[in-house]
């Protein structure tokens, strides 16, 4: 591994990147942040769950609508409204002319989005969202580009999701000895895990964890969590399954003093919160900076330019984040992400739930898109 640390690859960025800005060092730090979110969403993708992908939702909390957060990504039950192939020549593809071609009138009114799935300059916003109202999500998304063409799929989301993922960099930075901004971050983390889904937790007194789910017909059904957690994600129980939202954490190293499997205060707080917490390894977010973004292979080459060109010290210029990204440097990291998926799969560590691997999780994702959410929404 080219950085023995996280540290050392924030130093490593703030040197030769960052130099510009005014608190290099902070700068740097966003950034590998943001390269936590990518590598995130990439994965998703790889897994191909991007077409039930909603970006930056906000989302309400269980039984009580008055109160939403909002969520790096979530997954949502999908339906597929049209596909079709547009033109080069057309860009920019925005919203009013993606709903005209693909002639959803119903969805052109005060509620549609001004957004633009790719601008005149090919800059891809990922998760385009069109429209929206208070059952349903109408998302444009790009496929495959061919010399002419681009493939284009928009599909109907239900609002509910049926799993979030979201990312933190939790610890203390370099050099200071308390990090009470970490720790703040994960507690807001662990209230909306813990807030989304009807399955709630509860502490009993001898310290096990139990879930608690109210019933369609008015009962309470309590059970050790995760025995009940995996009889939800694998029934079809309309009662256990409605309201229902699989929470997934994805955490990496803010500083070198601690790891999976050494957890700090943070992680123990997200652990017992998240359904899945994952923990992105400094090997793995080396790997990434030194294979993409340092010295790529001519194929990655766009995924370094893109994230070279969007910081420059000039404002308006970003190209690489989650949300917008240069096309080249999309295509090039879903090529990566395809191509190297089990080298990826190693980057994470499970913390919780104990004793498991990502397949498994992969496996629950899968069983959640799958079931018949026409009937358990209705």
Sequence with gaps: ?????????????????????????????????????????????????????????????????????????????????????????????????ILKVINSTEYISSDSKSTQLLSSDEILRNACTLYEDDSQIIIAYLGKVTHKNYRMTVNKLRSHPFAVLECKRVGVEEGVKKGPQTIEKAKQGAYVARAVSSLQKIRMSNGSIYGILHLDNGELRYEPYEDFLRCVVESDDVSLLRDFTLTVGVVSNHGNWFTSNDPNKELKVLAQSYDWLLFLTDIGLSDFVESLLVKPAKKYQHIRDAFIGSYTGRPGVNRFTKVKIALEADLALQKYFVSNIEKVENWFNVISPSGYSIKKLKKELALLSEKNWKEILR
């Excluded at 990504?73 to 002319?97: A, Q, Y």
């Design 1 to 97: 591994m080219t950085y023995e640390s996280v540290d050392a690859l924030q130093r490593a960025l703030t040197n030769d990147v960052f130099h510009y800005a005014k608190d290099a060092k902070k700068a740097a730090g966003r950034a590998l942040g943001t390269l936590v979110e990518i590598i995130t969403f990439y994965l998703i993708k790889s897994w191909g769950y991007e077409k039930h992908t909603a970006i930056e939702r906000r989302l309400p909390e269980y039984a009580n609508p008055e109160i939403t957060h909002n969520v790096e990504f979530s997954l949502h039950p999908s339906e597929e409204i049209k596909s079709i192939r547009i033109l080069k020549t057309e860009l920019p593809l925005t919203s009013k002319k």
